[in-house]
């Protein structure tokens, strides 16, 4: 089956053989000058840059891709400037990363009784929406190896290994070639000053929520993506299935074995099957409207057509983040305290030109960190009738491995056992496909990395300050022991938080957090909850083409958002694959013959386009 696939691929080479390498560098693409913007904005035009700039009118540079990340809390580092936290309150050094992560954070399996893995993936493809942080990178843009314990001294200054505990349950302490202690890799991300003081870090994409995942961050990936006649590039098994995210032979990160992997707005598109599912669906999503548009609208041209399709899904894609995903993260009372609750009708009128949409550091590196503990071992796959299609895929399988998607009707099962497919519970376990086996080559034991390790050393490279100050910050009590945790935190996880930390004052931003009981209603815990809470707040309130706005300039008619308001996951996803056109009326909530039932797609509320009918005048005919 496997040569097959192969053979099926290679005599399918995609036409636009596309160098992507760039997507994964900020050092070239991202800060050459064709790729940026700069000029005087315009004032008239409804269209957001692909940068980001102009968004604000004042300040055209704020929130534009490669600004760097803001804080909530001054920075925390060793030396007051740089250098990652390493010591404990008492002067002791702090627990090694990979002890936290066996320790707090071990694979035991608690499945969710309300949500579907769909939650985990949408989850993650709106992190890669707003958030990519770029590493340091070596000679001619090559990716440095890490792994030697001394690597800091003998591959590249910013190398910044941590070791393998000696009593390791699972990845041996010495290297069976070399003899010498084994360490995990672990590269700082690019440090990125604009004036004096302590590091900060780039983030790569812009902050605003302008579908930069699905049509790229800078100009230069904004023209791979780009196609003819108002679409999207893409590929198909010419089987008459709906299109593919086309592919490239020049994917740097690729594993698959024909060489080919796909490419989007976002250069982690195949990361894994799961997130190249919801990739796929959205490049259909943005062709099928560009389609649409096209026959409503004869007289628009090829760029015109793209511009208001590409409009028209950010609105959508907005509208799902707050209207779908963010009640059942947070619960209705932190939507509520952070002002996130959708206008059932009427515009939004509270833009504020003063405030900073930049991605904040404590969100990226860890709060949003989240979905790591939804993840489960397996990416369920169901056929036409909701029958499970044997084998399941690995996860560990599908990491930067695409030949499996090349399958006929693939994507569908993958879309379909997604959202009708329980996730994992949102708490402190995870699964050891990523804490023992995440980016593995299959074929050479210990070669995988642990997520939740990495989660760690990265909070610390950034200079997060510890749980216990977020907890202050978020108007919770400071605890002077472990004991005063009780009030966010389960007993058993405070005891295992005792085992490793010395002081309470110790515990990293991510273990301790995600230790937290539940806000009323949602999924994560009040410390996560308050740092989500204030970034998707700033998302909303900084951004002028945010999709409820009053601005007649940039905004929606009142005809087209109450049909924007209409749509879901669900149909969206049902529109967008193949097979029988039937899901469960929430993609997101369990299946429920009761609350959540299958039902015919037809039955879901549908996007009625004729708002965007361009209207005859005397000029126009």
Not at 207 to 222: A, H, R
């Amino acid at each position: 089956m496997e040569g097959l696939i192969q053979n099926r691929i290679r005599q399918r080479q995609p036409q636009l053989n596309i160098d992507i390498s760039d997507l994964f560098s900020a050092t070239s693409s991202a800060t050459d000058s064709n790729c940026s913007d700069s000029g005087p904005c315009d004032l008239y035009s409804p269209y957001r840059t692909i940068t980001g700039y102009c968004n604000n009118l004042k300040q055209p540079n704020l929130g534009t891709t490669l600004s760097n990340f803001n804080r909530l809390l001054p920075s925390a580092y060793e030396d007051g400037i740089s250098e990652p936290r390493i010591t404990a309150v008492s002067g002791d050094p702090l627990p090694n990363p990979r002890t936290i992560s066996t320790t707090v954070h071990p694979d035991v399996t608690h499945l969710s009784t309300r949500y579907t893995l769909l939650v985990m993936q949408f989850a993650q493809f709106l992190d890669h929406e707003i958030t990519f942080t770029p590493l340091n990178q070596g000679f001619q843009e090559s990716i440095p190896s890490c792994r030697p314990c001394d690597s800091k001294q003998t591959v590249h200054p910013e190398c910044n290994p941590f070791q393998i505990p000696p009593d390791d349950y699972f990845f041996p302490q010495f290297n069976s070639t070399t003899g010498k202690q084994a360490c995990f890799p672990s590269m700082r991300t690019l440090a990125g000053q604009t004036y004096l003081g302590s590091r900060e870090q780039v983030n790569q994409n812009t902050p605003y929520l302008d579908g930069s995942v699905i049509y790229g961050e800078n100009n230069c990936v904004f023209q791979m993506v780009k196609g003819e006649n108002g679409r999207l590039n893409s590929s198909d098994l010419g089987d008459g299935s709906k299109e593919l995210l086309p592919r490239t032979a020049t994917h740097p990160k690729c594993k698959s074995p024909s060489g080919l992997c796909f490419y989007a707005g976002d250069g982690r598109a195949s990361e894994q099957a799961g997130l190249t599912m919801i990739h796929t669906i959205f490049l259909r999503v943005h062709n099928s409207i560009n389609d649409a548009f096209q026959v409503l609208n004869p007289s628009w041209s090829a760029h015109k057509r793209f511009n208001e399709a590409r409009r028209l899904v950010v609105a959508i894609f907005q509208h799902i983040i707050y209207n779908e995903f963010l009640p059942r993260i947070l619960g209705e009372d932190a939507l509520e305290n952070f002002g996130l609750r959708l206008l059932y009708d009427g515009f939004y009128d509270k833009y504020d030109p003063t405030c900073s949409p930049d991605t904040l550091t404590e969100f990226g590196a860890a709060a949003y960190r989240i979905g790591h503990s939804l993840l489960r071992a397996e990416i369920p796959m169901l056929d036409n009738n909701f029958k499970p299609v044997c084998p399941p895929l690995l996860l560990r399988d599908s990491f930067f491995d695409t030949d499996i998607l090349f399958t006929p009707n693939i994507i569908d099962h993958i879309a379909r056992g997604i959202s009708a497919t329980p996730m994992e519970d949102l708490d402190r376990f995870i699964t050891e496909e990523v804490t023992n086996h995440l980016f593995e080559n299959t074929k050479i034991p210990f070669t995988g990395v642990d997520l939740i390790s990495l989660n760690v050393q990265r909070a610390r490279d950034h200079g997060i300050p510890p749980f216990n100050d977020y907890r202050e910050y978020c108007n919770l009590n400071r605890a002077d022991t472990f004991d005063d945790l009780a009030d966010t935190t389960p007993a058993d996880a405070i005891k295992q938080l005792k085992q490793i930390y010395q002081s309470v004052d110790d515990i990293d931003l991510f273990p301790g957090g995600l230790t937290e009981s539940r806000l009323p209603g949602g999924l994560v815990g009040p410390t996560f909850g308050c740092i989500i809470g204030i970034q998707f707040s700033r998302l909303r309130q900084c951004d002028r083409f945010w999709y409820e706005t009053s601005d007649h300039v940039v905004g929606f008619t009142k005809k087209q958002l109450a049909e924007i308001r209409k749509i879901t996951l669900s149909k969206i996803i049902c529109d967008n694959i193949d097979g029988n056109n039937d899901i469960h009326a929430s993609a997101f909530d369990i299946p429920s013959d009761s609350t959540n039932p299958r039902v015919a797609c037809d039955s879901l509320p549908a996007l009625d386009l004729s708002p965007w009918k361009e209207k005859k005048n005397k000029y126009t005919g």
